[in-house]
């Protein structure tokens, strides 16, 4: 798929700056998004522009995913994540981002046997697991065994034009997995359990993580379906910040592991993915210490200091509930119900908690809703997924947007290396001073 192309410009942005006026053309995007496009800049004017954060910054044109923070509207290739999520499993949707269509009967059909065909790892990689000391972040685990894959499979880091699909993408997306819930089997001690050509994609994860010699473990239909849909939401969502460093990483003809083990270091910081494992934590001290601390972290959390912050709260695009943790929400009650566990104390204070914060002017003034990471630890936990495997989780279901859009960048005949630019605020040029003269 190439990236789609804005509009032709129909107005301009005119800068004045000294004596002269430039005149900056405005793209538009097949959703009316407008940005003007300053790539001439520097060589026009002398000047760069200055925006920490990127907040104001447009790094490509993208045909994968759009997001509209204000209305709180999320699509992938089109359809929107209530649609994907009532309609599809996850495979489907990794393949819609990946290939931009869904898949018909027979695509469908090769898709899954390649992923079958594709789910285990070199047995050699197994001895990896067995040196990481005993309390490793699954995290760093799965980072350096993404990485390590290219030297196991270094063939197929090139992409071959007769294969319909990127194989590359295929054994990446279904070993991840197995990773995955390796790494977990691993830190806890229990032998590891093989995928299996019978099951799904999602029972092949919970059968790994699960089943053991003493444990004939069936994974339970709801369980499944629940896990569908949160790795369907947590898909893709354009140029958040891992997303951004697979493309960035990709962008100097990195390997796909590369950028996908540099991704994952992204993911895992408590202001991205890490928020999952942050807000449950959050939840189990209040739960732990006092069911009325409800209040003081509301109250703390007005600080405005970035380390007392409320974890599972705020976004840098929705202005408005986040599409996805209304979808979480409701899954996760459900579910939480189906299995019984509908008075989980640790639900009922994350309900509170989100009630108090929406009812208060300091969040409803900055517009801070709950996010994708709120409701889902608190599902994940119910299905027995320990905590710390939470980001992993995150970092499954971020895949298929990841390698869409490391494809996408690779594919833009536009691209070129990522590489920001900075204003100098150091010392200016000064002699050396030799070592005894210091
Ligand atoms: N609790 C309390 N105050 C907050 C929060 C929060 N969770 N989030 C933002 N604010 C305040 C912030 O202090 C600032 O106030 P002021 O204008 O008075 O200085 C204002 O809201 C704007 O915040 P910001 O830091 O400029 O916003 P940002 O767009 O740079 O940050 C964010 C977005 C997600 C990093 C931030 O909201 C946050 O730290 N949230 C908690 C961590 C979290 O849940 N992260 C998961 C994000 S969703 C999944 C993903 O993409 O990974």
Redesign the pocket.
């Known amino acids: 798929m190439s990236a789609h192309r804005p509009s032709p410009p129909a107005d301009k942005v005119a800068l004045t700056y000294g004596k002269r006026t430039w005149r900056y053309p405005v793209l538009t995007g097949s959703e009316g998004e407008k940005a003007v496009d300053i790539s001439t800049l520097r060589q026009d004017t002398g000047l760069i522009t200055l925006d920490p ?1 990127y907040v104001n910054t447009g790094a490509c044109t993208s045909d994968i995913t759009f997001i509209d923070g204000e209305r709180g509207i999320l699509r992938h290739r089109g359809y929107s994540i209530e649609d994907l999520a009532e309609h599809c499993v996850f495979l489907e949707v990794a393949y819609l981002l990946i290939l931009g269509k869904l898949p018909n009967r027979q695509e469908w059909q090769s898709f899954s046997d390649l992923m079958n065909r594709h789910s285990m790892i070199h047995e050699d990689m197994r001895d990896f697991f067995l040196n990481y000391p005993e309390g490793a972040h699954p995290m760093a685990v799965l980072s350096a065994m993404v990485v390590s894959l290219s030297s196991f499979y270094p063939e197929i880091e090139q992409e071959d034009p007769n294969e319909p699909i990127d194989i590359t993408a295929t054994r990446l997306l279904s070993k991840l997995r197995t990773i995955a819930a390796f790494s977990y089997k691993k830190s806890i001690g229990e032998p590891f359990v093989y995928p299996s050509c019978r099951m799904s994609y999602c029972e092949n994860f919970l059968n790994m993580m699960f089943s053991s010699p003493v444990n004939d473990y069936t994974p339970d239909p709801v369980v499944v379906r629940a896990l569908n849909l949160f790795l369907i939401l947590h898909a893709d ?1 354009e140029q ?1 910040c891992s997303t951004s460093v697979v493309r960035i990483v990709g962008s100097a003809g990195s390997s796909l592991y590369a950028s996908i083990s540099a991704g994952i270091c992204a993911l895992w910081g ?4 890490g ?1 999952n494992q942050a807000v449950i934590e959050m939840l189990e001290r209040i739960l732990r210490e006092d069911r009325g601390k409800v209040d003081k972290v509301i109250a703390r ?1 007005k600080q ?1 200091d970035a380390r007392t ?8 695009i929705y202005k408005t509930y986040d599409p996805r943790a209304k979808i979480a929400k409701e899954v996760c009650t459900r579910l939480l119900s189906r299995l019984g566990m509908r008075n989980d104390p640790i639900l009922e204070i994350a309900m509170e908690l989100e009630e108090k914060a929406l009812a208060d002017s300091y969040f409803q003034e ?1 517009h ?1 809703y709950p ?3 709120f409701y889902t630890g608190i599902a994940y936990r119910a299905m027995g997924i320990p905590t710390n495997m939470f980001t992993v989780m995150f970092a499954i279901g971020r895949l298929p947007g990841w390698i869409a859009h490391w494809m996408e960048n690779r594919r833009d005949p536009r691209q070129k290396i990522g590489r920001p630019r900075q204003i100098y605020v150091g010392p200016t040029a000064r002699p050396f001073i030799p070592m005894d003269q210091r």
């Not at 408590?270 to 993915?273: D, M």
């Not at 912050?309 to 840098?316: C, I, P």
Request: charged residues 20%; aromatic residues 4%.
């Open positions: 954060g969502h958040n408590p202001l991205h993915g928020a959390a405005r912050r409320l974890m599972g709260f705020g976004h840098r900055r801070l996010n994708v990471d």
